[in-house]
């Protein structure tokens, strides 16, 4: 992959309750947004092929909606396109195949889009369905899902972390401050305000340990990326971000199969074979957007990418190392906490902001670049058993 | 003839004070009543004292000729629930599986229909079991005192702990409690006296005396003297047309628990069980829907030896938890949420 | 979008899990796995032989759930438990009034209870009880 593809454009929109936008109005808006945002211009007819990234599907009442759905919406009839699932990791893994179209050579330029319309139910309702446990519609017994959606998984993990690693409740909710901290200057977070540690903690307990400031809200959202080869990026924009490593990591589907519950081995395998990939070291990495659907899964994420031992991330985060201006700033958007988790949109709203930050233009939340290496991580599905981690530099 | 190779019971944790449900309502009624759980009932019951029986009669599943449950709050007017106890011991297709269905002498005739099987030579060993859990109105004289519980017996010819040595029933038609298809609630008239002496005890008291007469015994000689249990003072009543001692009745158990149906007489049984020792008799007598099933049960030696398997009635009885009447209404389904 | 119905094929396949705890345990690595598969899916291999979940064992890691689905009353307390010579299992506490109750490291055990109901019939399954009830 290293040296085979770069990312000329990206485009999102700002995620939040957006009852009045329907799935395509935001499709329309990330992809336009895209467009724009190559910097010599583009021609949409250059685009030769679409991934599609969509979870929900029939789900929450959008509508099954395969391949061709995009390209009807983008007005481009004229090259293949597939929909793509992967549960929360959906949108990071269609920027992957979108990458893979570029670097087998199949394909020069390509397009990679995740959009998800969460909030044409109430809240409660697509939480019940959504967020890495995948609920009742799996398939399996009844008996068997019980009360396992997203939340109650990751507070399973939350209660490990702490009888394990010895970490507290409000070395979580320090996540969450920090997280709506950096989100306040993000124009494209769904939450811009800024929250306290009491505040967290004297929020509903949802599912002990997490209280409802630990968990991501149920948001809408849809971004874009462009990506083509390497060797022609210079065209479109001075500034291209090249793709070092693109790796997916698979583990167990059924929570009673995993070994561990403070630590995710999907994460684990994902980033390995992505550094592997990059010829990189995690050290190597300046900042990086994580998968915190959760505040005590930010922790859980940063010690399974390997930038941290286990159990040493609370307290590297109570020192401010993960700060936005600190040694490894980490989600210096604001993370899925500020974003929220529109499942198909976050990954590929990641990458808007890994690519963002590595050319400089993030404004007033510009992290220092040592290295120009950013990286970008989701975690999800059944028993959190898949994840994927993309790497991306400023230089091939 | 075959007799009881192992039982096991099991009795909700859940309690209300029978007054909770009455007072409301203008009436009045003593005591406790055991509550099922929300996620209980006549089926999971039942699991729990199979679990209890099988490990006291120590015998494996495959030995199981057929499946016996009686009860008058099946979950269901159509489609038994005997095959999921059968397919939670993993008994084979050749089983047979049938619910006694529609009377709270229930459970007395399943074992009826085992014992029969048995002396018929068609099985060697059966399972008997019976729950109760019926279905109430707010208001009415059984959602104040009906409980619930279950019973498990394997019945058979080997390593019984105690043995039937004759069975004899009297029934007619006669209207006490009634449910129709229509009615999400068990009735009856409220006319006590009537019920009391016509129904329970009439049919009592002349199944055990046509018992006696076959087997040419007196009510006098036997240890003990177990009847089904509506309320704690109405075994009296035969008691007195038998010429039976109060002490020699089985204790009172609807004042802790409730009014168990099906299951009060065989629970009382397990309860002088738990404690029998060998050569001990015991007078038997169910009721229920107008028909009275009078057995005649001999403890044998094995009872001691067996006893540490066991676990006993008391152990159920002391686990409690009280609860609110609104829990009980809410439970119950009387109490339900807005649709949306 | 819907669940199968709990009269439908994909119950009647799962009998033998459901109401017996029958799983699987690997002749090659050892591990345990639920419901019952032809190939393990820890290490690939196909020595398989059946293997009976035990009914007890200790809590690894729990919480408690404040927003359940809509058929259950709040809270309800999910555990992964330590199954009693190896394996795992994953459940509700049922009979638990109180979430201080449970921890880490508490003993439990399975009990039948009936899990829903759905267009009429009762779907059944093992829920998780404190150790010593029974």
């Known amino acids: ?396 | 003839m075959a007799g009881i190779i192992g039982y096991g019971v099991y009795i909700p944790k859940f309690r209300l004070e029978q007054k909770e449900a009455a007072i409301p309502w203008g009436s009045w009624s003593a005591g406790e009543k055991s509550v099922c759980g929300a996620d209980e009932d006549v089926v999971t019951m039942a699991a729990e004292a199979t679990d209890n029986a099988m490990k006291h009669a120590g015998i494996d599943p495959a030995q199981i000729g057929a499946i016996y449950f009686g009860t008058a709050s099946s979950p269901y007017i159509e489609q038994y629930v005997s095959p999921i106890l059968a397919e939670m011991l993993g008994l084979r297709p050749e089983t047979t599986r049938i619910d006694y269905l529609g009377s709270v002498n229930g459970l007395a005739n399943a074992l009826l229909g085992c014992l029969d099987a048995i002396a018929a030579k068609r099985i060697k060993c059966g399972l008997v079991l019976g729950g109760e859990d019926r279905a109430t109105a707010p208001g009415t004289e059984g959602d104040a005192n009906f409980g619930a519980g279950a019973m498990a017996m394997v019945i058979g010819t080997t390593g019984t702990i105690a043995d039937f040595e004759g069975m004899h029933t009297y029934s007619t038609l006669f209207l006490d409690r009634w449910r129709s298809v229509k009615d999400a609630w068990v009735s009856n008239l409220n006319d006590n006296r009537f019920d009391r002496e016509y129904g329970y005890q009439k049919h009592v008291s002349e199944a055990c005396k046509g018992l006696l007469e076959k087997l040419g015994r007196k009510a006098q000689d036997y240890t003990y003297a177990v009847f089904a249990q509506p309320d704690e003072r109405i075994p009296t009543l035969p008691a007195k047309d038998l010429g039976i001692q109060k002490d020699r009745l089985a204790p009172g158990i609807a004042s802790i628990v409730g009014d168990l149906g099906s299951c009060s007489s065989f629970i009382s049984l397990a309860r002088i069980l738990d404690k029998a020792k060998a050569d001990e008799t015991i007078l038997f007598g169910s009721y229920g829907s107008g028909a009275s099933n009078a057995m005649s049960l001999v403890v044998r030696n094995q009872i001691e030896q067996k006893r540490k398997k066991l676990v006993p009635v008391e152990k159920y009885i002391n686990r409690k938890q009280n609860i609110t009447y609104t829990n009980y209404l809410r439970i119950k389904e009387h109490l339900k949420r807005g649709p949306y | 979008m819907s669940q199968p119905a709990p009269a439908s094929p994909m119950f009647w396949r799962f009998n033998a899990e459901v109401f017996r705890l029958v799983g699987i345990k690997c002749k090659d690595c050892g591990h345990i796995s639920y419901p019952r598969t032809k190939i393990c899916h820890e290490c690939g291999s196909q020595k398989i032989e059946e293997y009976k979940l035990p009914k007890r064992g200790t809590i690894h890691t729990f919480c408690v759930n404040w927003a359940p689905p809509p058929q259950f009353e709040p809270p309800i307390l999910p555990v992964i438990v330590d199954l009693e010579g190896g394996g795992r299992y994953g459940g509700i506490m049922t009979e638990c009034g109180s979430p201080d109750e449970i921890k880490i490291g508490t003993k439990v055990e399975m009990v039948f209870r009936k899990v829903l109901t759905e267009r009429g019939l009762n779907v059944y399954g093992y829920k998780f009880r404190l150790a010593g009830e029974g």
């Open chain 1, 1 to 396: 992959m290293r040296g085979k593809v770069a990312v000329i454009g990206v485009g999102m929109i700002k995620f939040g309750e957006l009852f009045d936008k329907s799935l395509e109005n935001m499709i329309q808006e990330a992809y336009l947004n895209c467009l724009k945002n190559v910097e010599k211009g583009i021609d949409p007819k250059e685009i030769k092929a679409a991934w599609f990234g969509q979870w929900s599907g029939g789900f929450i009442g959008q509508g099954a909606q395969s391949g061709h759905s995009l390209t009807s919406m983008i007005g481009n009839r004229e090259i293949p396109c597939t929909r793509l699932e992967n549960a929360c990791p959906t949108g990071g893994d269609t920027f992957r195949h979108a990458c893979l179209g570029v670097a087998s050579g199949m394909y020069d330029v390509v397009l990679a889009l995740g959009a998800e319309k969460m909030r044409d139910k109430p809240s409660a309702e697509s939480l019940g369905g959504a967020g890495g446990g995948g609920g009742a519609e799996t398939g399996n017994h009844p008996a068997w899902m019980i009360g396992q959606g997203g939340p109650a998984i990751q507070a399973m993990h939350a209660t490990r972390q702490m009888y394990e690693l010895g970490y507290t409740m409000e070395d979580y909710a320090r996540v969450a401050v920090k997280n709506h901290h950096n989100g306040t200057f993000c124009p494209y977070a769904h939450y811009q305000f800024e929250v306290t540690i009491e505040r967290v903690l004297n929020s509903p307990v949802i599912c002990w340990p997490l209280h409802l400031f630990d968990c991501c809200p149920q948001t809408d959202g849809a971004a874009a990326a462009i990506v083509c080869r390497a060797d022609l990026a210079k065209k479109y924009t001075d500034k291209p971000v090249y793709v070092l490593g693109s790796n997916v990591g698979t583990d167990h589907h059924q929570l009673w199969d995993r070994d561990s519950f403070v630590e995710q081995q999907s994460t684990v395998k994902a980033a390995r074979g992505a550094f592997e990939m990059a010829g990189i070291k995690p050290k190597d990495v300046d900042f990086a957007e994580l998968h915190d659907c959760f505040t005590n899964t930010e922790l859980m994420n940063i010690e399974d990418v390997g930038f941290v031992r286990k159990g040493e991330a609370a307290r590297r985060l109570k020192d401010g190392e993960f700060d936005m201006h600190g040694k490894l700033p980490i989600n210096p958007s604001g993370g899925l906490k500020a974003h929220g988790h529109p499942i198909a949109a976050t990954g590929l709203g990641q990458i808007f902001e890994v690519v963002t930050q590595l050319r400089e233009e993030a404004d007033k939340r510009q992290v220092k670049l040592k290295n120009g290496i950013g990286l970008q991580q989701n975690v999800g599905g059944p028993a959190f058993g898949v994840a994927v981690v993309n790497i991306l530099s400023r230089s091939p």
